[in-house]
């Protein structure tokens, strides 16, 4: 986090004393800030307008599509006033504060502002005369690090809080002090100085038969056969002359390096060799970090470098390391290991709860600290114990009597760290990565854990110092780290449910405490009696939406059926109100038709204004004087809304709200015979609305209160918001911060009753971008950024929304051609099943979930149990075994849909006498592991396997592997000794498709239409900004656009058959992705795959014995067609495009053209 603010001393002295007193929310930094925005304009865009400036500050190039930013040291200029100014990036903040600055005396201003529209005015103020140097200096020397140094506690007495309690901890001197802790040189440049990194294919294989060697020489470490798996592949590198990827026996990273390697390529083999020669080459060590998928990956890399006598260490966050061990032991325990003694993995060395302080608590802790209450940081000296100090400083009520008045307390104890870091074994890690020369992370690792307070006074991410210390990133799987990027910049949380898992009634509770423990004495401030009002407003609201949903299935239905917010539901009401009754006329009347537009018009701008601010009454009078007609209506609801929020149910208000939607609609006869449902969803919506405004509030102002209620202290979703540190570093979200909700129905009680989950996500900035920003971070700081290989086997899937990393491809990993050959002898087939005595297809896809389970029982039925009417005869499964050629792979993958149908068709088949003892189930890695889970006493045959350890399946015994599609899409190789797949034919009981209630879906899309709006070869961007005719008017055309899209993309419905064309293109590159990277686990070692696609929803005309399927209503259809012009000699795409497509996705084309 950068320090915003500390810069406005140097012309503080000055201003200050002339600031005059009426000035009292309009402060000198403000005026400073707003300054520095004016100087930043004059400087980049000197011809445009005052209101052109907020357009500078969001993270997109509006100034370059005009033609006025052209170099880097702008560019740069830029990037370090976002720091300072990204609160005024909303246009409307930034004319609000403009228009406050004007209301300060002349000679305390630097510029003339005529007006908004017009270009500013340098002045010469007699008065801190050289703020324009200051300015300058601001834009062109690196943003401070925010610094909050804590002490460490010395010998004494000391205190921490934890839950309701405090405890008390002595520090003696055979202690403390205990050895300095070694911190990360921030100002020295990476090992090997950034220099972009080369390397030959030579210098590799003698690295691989490096690493073999060491192996080698410890025979209890596990052999990877290094230098035989990188014999199999070859690198070929862009070559935009001859419209191809070429061989090349260098591969170069310089800057951003995108590299693509079709499917079970060894892309993992090429990062690890990569990463031990870069840090052993004796010539130029250097520093990698390498960003894996999952925690159980970070610490095998961990494991396997350190093996290898290279210095790695992993990047944990703390907040998720209770989660990681309770991993870590189930998969120990799948693993074999028969008790908690048992359990040596060294990655628990990385994985500590152990705490030192626990110890010495003494007698008085009834229970062990829990891994979140360990006081790393929050230890308070004990030097004045009186009642009144303690109970305040440490925030617990230990007293009977009330707190008194602030001004009785005596100086409140300061924070102090724990002086047993430096040996702690919690905090091994950390102090590991100091010297270490690789470092594994996960995305979210890098994203939110902060560098330790203990090693650094500066508060900055283990990301940013990522970028600073290393000489190259090397990113596994960019594709799904873009995803999860986009997914942790758009949060979603359980706003109310069962607890524990209800963020606002945690919040609330804690708000109670807070304030009950001080007397109230904080809502004093007014964003502290806001933000508390905005609490129990939500409260409120949200409490009157839980009593409608529960007594009303028909509403419940209702919501369920998308996404919502105060503007769909907005949307959804005029949709039923005036529904398209077009087909009840063949010739409507052009005037009726006119006058329902206007009708719809004037409702529409009536709930608009009313959603601006649902709680507050508006002015019933235009600018000229005139009776606002809008206005009292919206007035109206405003009162309404109020009643229904605090109303007893048995009161006239719902009357009241009936007449109000009857006089709004006027003659709507439609409305009128269906009176309650639309009144019910009318007052939903008006709740919704009030709900949706003081959400928002609170989470606003929640920054501002947070020290003052001590709000770090809550465990709740916006202290694990994505770090504001990013917010200078990304775009902004393109239709801006928007938040949404979700209901989740729950199950029935005994009584019948039915309630939910009410979830709630915000868009903070589109995630992605920071990927591709990795090698750009440090510019601003003057330094050179670390060199970024991007990896992935389809991270280039044309117009995917999801997985499509929008930058060039530069290099391509491929096996060798006889490998190809073989891979390309794969087959594919349709394997359609029916109902016993119809020809009614079985589709497990798109059924109703009461179906589903009958529907999987009748599939495997049929693919396992043999006729039995028939001497000697097999089942088809058995039949697929038998025709696997290669004895080592013959075993079977069945796909379903979650881990719950994985669970019920392997206690099927296990049931079926053939197949007894020969099934794996595969589990989450959170799924408990006790007896009942892992042998089901019916039938202990069954084999279970997390799927941290899938990769182990080959020797487990079992034939048939039954597993969620999702869950075994990339990051682990299921292969036999020797390296080959373990697997040799899979099964699709399910077609692939997103859940249709999962946020990110609608995330991915939007900021998938950001980027290629900004990085497209279409130049979109600068078109539409071009168009606009003024940054500012090109502003607000993007934010509509943007709109449009987002509520397009958050109503949509997600099913085949409704999508547009475009849009289902999109959908297809995404489940081709999925597709292939699950056939990607049966061509590793260079083998071929027999694949079988048995739900018919992958064919529903071919398999409905209807018609002939095409693109638009198969999927497998649709794969082959997008795929199709890159195969064609003759069509208009780029050669290099071809050349691309056919070395990743060749032999998915093949098998789908030869299946017809």
């Known amino acids: 986090m950068r320090d915003r603010s500390s810069w406005h001393r140097r012309l503080a002295r000055q201003i200050t004393p002339a600031w005059p007193a009426t000035l009292t929310t309009f402060t000198p930094g403000d005026l400073m800030d707003v300054e520095l925005g004016l100087y930043l304009l004059e400087t980049v865009m000197p011809t445009r307008t005052v209101t052109d400036a907020w357009t500078l500050f969001g993270g997109y190039p509006y100034s370059e599509a005009f033609g006025d930013v052209r170099t880097d040291a702008q560019r740069h200029r830029i990037q370090r006033a976002r720091h300072y100014l990204w609160s005024m990036r909303r246009r409307r903040e930034w004319r609000m504060a403009v228009t406050a600055y004007l209301t300060v005396p002349e000679e305390l201003r630097g510029y003339d502002v005529k007006d908004l529209?017009?270009?500013?005015?340098?002045?010469?103020?007699?008065?801190?005369?050289?703020?324009?140097?200051?300015?300058?200096?601001?834009?062109?020397?690196?943003?401070?690090?925010?610094?909050?140094p804590l002490p460490l506690a010395d010998v004494g007495e000391y205190r921490f809080p934890v839950r309701d309690r405090s405890y008390s901890v002595t520090f003696t001197d055979d202690l403390v002090p205990g050895p300095p802790s070694r911190p990360h040189d921030l100002h020295a440049l990476p090992p090997g100085g950034a220099t972009p990194v080369e390397v030959t294919w030579k210098q590799l294989e003698q690295a691989a038969q490096e690493m073999d060697r060491i192996e080698t020489a410890h025979p209890d470490h596990k052999s990877h056969e290094w230098k035989r798996r990188l014999g199999r592949v070859k690198l070929l590198v862009r070559d935009e002359a001859r419209g191809e990827f070429a061989p090349s026996d260098t591969l170069r990273v310089d800057g951003l390096l995108n590299l693509v390697g079709m499917v079970g390529a060894g892309k993992s083999t090429l990062r690890d060799?990569?990463?031990?020669?870069?840090?052993?080459?004796?010539?130029?060590?250097?520093?990698?970090?390498?960003?894996?998928?999952?925690?159980?990956?970070?610490?095998?890399?961990?494991?396997?470098?350190?093996?290898?006598?290279?210095?790695?260490?992993?990047?944990?966050?703390?907040?998720?390391?209770?989660?990681?061990?309770?991993?870590?032991?189930?998969?120990?325990?799948?693993?074999?290991?028969?008790?908690?003694?048992?359990?040596?993995?060294?990655?628990?060395?990385?994985?500590?709860?152990?705490?030192?302080?626990?110890?010495?608590?003494?007698?008085?802790?009834?229970?062990?600290?829990?891994?979140?209450?360990a006081p790393c940081m929050s230890l308070y000296p004990v030097t004045k114990p009186t009642k009144t100090a303690t109970a305040v400083a440490l925030g617990a009520e230990m007293l009977d009597e009330p707190v008194a008045a602030e001004a009785d307390v005596e100086e409140r104890p300061k924070r102090h760290a724990c002086p047993l870091w430096t040996r702690c074994p919690r905090h091994h890690g950390a102090r590991d990565l100091v010297d270490a020369t690789i470092w594994v992370a996960t995305p979210a690792g890098l994203v939110h854990s902060g560098i330790p307070q203990h090693l650094h006074d500066e508060r900055l991410r283990y990301l940013e110092l990522a970028c600073r210390l290393s000489d190259l990133v090397i990113v596994d799987e960019a594709d799904r780290v873009q995803m999860q990027l986009d997914t942790a910049f758009a949060p979603a949380t359980t706003l109310v449910g069962r607890s524990p898992n209800s963020w606002l009634d945690e919040v609330s509770a804690h708000k109670v405490t807070e304030l009950a423990r001080r007397g109230r004495l904080q809502l004093s401030a007014r964003e502290n009696d806001d933000w508390a009002n905005a609490t129990d407003t939500v409260t409120a609201a949200t409490n009157r939406l839980y009593s409608l949903l529960i007594q009303d299935a028909a509403l419940r239905t209702w919501i369920t059926e998308d996404y919502?917010?105060?503007?769909?539901?907005?949307?959804?009401?005029?949709?039923?109100?005036?529904?398209?009754?077009?087909?009840?006329?063949?010739d409507p009347d052009e005037n009726e038709a006119a006058e329902r537009d206007q009708q719809i018009a004037r409702i529409d701008r009536i709930l608009d204004r009313f959603r601006d601010d649902p709680l507050q009454e508006q002015s019933t009078l235009t600018p000229?004087?005139?009776?606002?007609?809008?206005?009292?209506?919206?007035?109206?609801?405003?009162?309404?809304?109020?009643?229904?929020?605090?109303?007893?149910?048995?009161?006239?208000?719902?009357?009241?709200?009936?007449?109000?939607?009857?006089?709004?609609?006027?003659?709507?006869?439609?409305?009128?015979?269906?009176?309650?449902?639309?009144?019910?969803?009318?007052e939903f919506t008006l709740i919704l609305a009030a709900l949706h405004h003081r959400l928002n509030l609170m989470t606003t102002l929640w920054p501002r209160v947070e020290a003052a209620l001590n709000l770090e202290a809550t465990s709740n979703v916006l202290s694990r918001r994505p770090p504001k540190d990013y917010e200078p570093i990304l775009p902004e979200s393109p239709m801006g911060n928007v938040l949404?909700?979700?209901?989740?129905?729950?199950?029935?009680?005994?009584?019948?009753?039915?309630?939910?989950?009410?979830?709630?996500?915000?868009?903070?900035?589109?995630?992605?971008?920071?990927?591709?920003?990795?090698?750009?971070?440090?510019?601003?700081?003057?330094?050179?950024?670390?060199?970024?290989?991007?990896?992935?086997?389809?991270?280039?899937?044309?117009?995917?929304?999801?997985?499509?990393?929008?930058?060039?491809?530069?290099?391509?990993?491929?096996?060798?051609?006889?490998?190809?050959?073989?891979v390309l002898e794969s087959t594919f087939r349709k394997e359609f099943l029916y109902w016993p005595g119809s020809s009614s297809p079985l589709r497990l896809s798109g059924s109703d979930a009461d179906t589903r389970p009958q529907i999987l029982t009748q599939m495997l039925h049929q693919l396992a149990v043999p006729d039995r009417s028939l001497a000697d005869s097999t089942s088809m499964l058995e039949q697929e075994l038998a025709d696997i050629d290669d004895p080592d792979r013959r075993r079977i993958l069945l796909l379903v849909g979650s881990y719950v149908e994985a669970k019920r068709a392997a206690e099927y088949l296990n049931a079926t006498p053939e197949w007894t003892g020969r099934i794996t189930l595969l589990v989450s890695d959170d799924a408990d592991l006790d007896n009942a889970w892992r042998t089901l006493p019916s039938d202990p045959s069954l084999r279970t396997l997390s799927r941290g350890d899938v990769a182990s399946f080959a020797t487990e015994g079992g034939q048939i592997l039954i597993a969620p599609l999702l869950a075994v899409e990339r990051g682990h190789n299921i292969v036999v000794p020797g390296g080959k797949a373990a697997i040799g034919s899979v099964y699709f009981l399910a077609r692939p498709h997103p859940r249709p209630d999962d946020i990110a879906l609608a995330i991915q899309a939007i900021n998938d239409w950001a980027v290629r709006q900004i990085r497209g070869p279409e130049g979109a961007f600068r078109q539409l900004a071009l168009a606009a005719g003024t940054p500012d008017l090109a502003g607000l055309a993007f934010r509509r656009e943007a709109r449009k899209k987002w509520n397009r993309f958050l109503t949509r419905q997600l099913s085949w058959t409704s999508l547009p064309p475009e849009e289902k293109v999109a959908f297809t590159w995404d489940q081709l992705v999925v597709m292939w990277q699950v056939i990607g686990r049966l061509v590793r070692g260079g083998v071929e795959a027999r694949v079988v696609f048995v739900d018919a929803a992958f064919s529903p005309?071919?398999?409905?014995?209807?018609?002939?399927?095409?693109?638009?209503?198969?999927?497998?259809?649709?794969?082959?067609?997008?795929?199709?012009?890159?195969?064609?000699?003759?069509?208009?795409?780029?050669?290099?495009?071809?050349?691309?497509?056919?070395?990743l996705y060749e032999p998915l084309y093949r098998a789908l053209a030869n299946m017809d």
């Open 624 to 682: 000229s004087g005139e009776p606002d007609e809008d206005a009292i209506i919206v007035n109206k609801l405003v009162h309404l809304a109020l009643e229904l929020l605090h109303a007893r149910r048995d009161s006239t208000t719902r009357e009241r709200l009936r007449d109000t939607l009857l006089a709004l609609l006027g003659n709507n006869d439609y409305v009128a015979g269906n009176i309650d449902t639309h009144v019910t969803r009318f």
């Open 564 to 586: 919502f917010s105060a503007l769909t539901l907005h949307q959804w009401l005029i949709n039923a109100w005036f529904p398209d009754n077009g087909g009840n006329s063949q």
């Open 273 to 373: 060799i990569l990463a031990f020669w870069a840090t052993t080459d004796k010539a130029k060590p250097r520093r990698i970090t390498i960003v894996v998928g999952d925690v159980a990956e970070v610490l095998t890399v961990v494991q396997q470098f350190s093996a290898l006598g290279v210095a790695a260490a992993p990047i944990l966050g703390q907040s998720t390391r209770e989660r990681n061990i309770e991993r870590l032991h189930r998969r120990t325990a799948t693993a074999g290991a028969a008790t908690m003694l048992s359990h040596t993995d060294p990655s628990f060395d990385y994985l500590s709860s152990a705490c030192p302080l626990d110890a010495l608590r003494g007698l008085e802790a009834p229970r062990p600290l829990g891994i979140g209450e």
């Open 740 to 822: 949404g909700f979700q209901f989740q129905l729950g199950e029935r009680n005994r009584d019948g009753d039915q309630s939910g989950e009410l979830r709630f996500f915000r868009c903070n900035g589109v995630g992605r971008e920071l990927l591709l920003q990795l090698p750009q971070l440090p510019s601003i700081d003057n330094r050179p950024g670390p060199n970024v290989l991007l990896m992935s086997a389809t991270s280039w899937a044309g117009t995917s929304s999801r997985y499509h990393v929008s930058t060039d491809v530069g290099a391509v990993l491929r096996p060798h051609d006889d490998e190809v050959r073989l």
């Open 1101 to 1143: 005309r071919e398999a409905g014995l209807n018609a002939v399927d095409t693109p638009d209503t198969s999927l497998l259809a649709s794969m082959r067609s997008i795929l199709d012009p890159y195969f064609t000699p003759d069509s208009t795409l780029p050669d290099i495009d071809k050349s691309l497509v056919v070395a």
């Open 117 to 148: 529209d017009a270009v500013p005015e340098r002045r010469t103020p007699s008065r801190a005369a050289n703020r324009f140097t200051v300015y300058e200096d601001v834009l062109t020397s690196a943003p401070p690090f925010e610094r909050k």
